[in-house]
């Protein structure tokens, strides 16, 4: 299991999202953001089980089992508090490894957000005890592969599913 993942960096605010989920109050104005965060260009990247079309009527569901498979966190800018995007997070091939994605919404791309949070996910998973950090990211998604190599990812492994996989030893990183 993942621990909850907390961090704050120059202009970012990462936290779990179940915070948000489970506040009653909170829920509406963060699914209402979510929905128009996860548009299909945003998705299209991402593996089938996170496609979900706009205005869906089933998204409490989609949000359930995102929930069940991974540990969530959002990531808000720091000053605004507006929904960027969000770190996805779940058990590695070890104990000592956590395997990570993200996405930003579009109005957040090519500002080097994605940049920041892996350097800070980088810091968490040192602090927390990981050894290692995985990522895979589909063959022509080039900005993603560029943020993880940025951040010291190296290709692990080339599959024929067109995904390659990255990792990152975070002694060496």
Known sequence: MV????????????SPWDTLLDDAEARPGFVAALTRLL????????PPVWQIAPGSDDF?????ARRAESAIATVHQSQGGALAGLLVTRAGDTDEALTV???????????????????GVV?????????????????????SAAV???TGFVPACVTGDGVDTYRLDIGSG
């Open 101 to 119: 994605g993200y996405l930003f919404g579009t109005r957040h791309w090519g500002q080097g957000y994605a940049t920041e949070l892996m350097r």
């Open 3 to 14: 621990p909850p993942i907390r961090f704050v960096t120059e202009r970012l605010d990462v």
């Open 39 to 46: 548009t299909p260009e945003v998705t299209r990247h991402l």
């Open 123 to 143: 810091g968490w998973a040192a602090r927390n005890g990981y050894a290692r950090l995985e990522a895979g990211v589909v063959r022509d998604n080039a900005a």
């Open 60 to 64: 409490d569901s989609w949000i359930a």
């Open 148 to 150: 993880l190599t940025k």
